[in-house]
């Protein structure tokens, strides 16, 4: 498997891809965002992310950073998009 490490984006984010694919990326040290298809709502409740306010209908989060605990979970965040979907019940 291909890994790629993180390199500048189109709109000046920091992207970080696996293979082709892009996981996630960090907007400066402030913010970092993500879609995640498993769906919003658990993350949303936990107050670990908000939706993307650029993209609110969609699968897409964000996660202000501020500390360095904010930091290690956006790690975990962004771990999730490496994590196979749960199995329908």
Do not use: C, N, Y
Not at 46 to 52: L, T
Not at 62 to 69: C, L, V
């Amino acid at each position: 498997m291909a890994r790629d490490s993180g390199r500048p984006g189109r709109r000046g984010e920091l992207s970080f891809k696996l293979d082709r694919r892009e996981i996630g990326h960090l907007h400066g040290d402030h913010a970092g965002t993500s879609a995640f298809p498993g769906g919003l709502g658990r993350l949303i409740a936990q107050g670990r992310i908000v939706p993307h306010p650029v993209f609110p209908d969609a699968q897409d989060w964000r996660r202000r950073i501020e500390s360095d605990a904010d930091i290690d979970d956006v790690i975990e965040l962004l771990r999730l998009q490496l994590r196979p979907p749960a199995p329908a019940a």
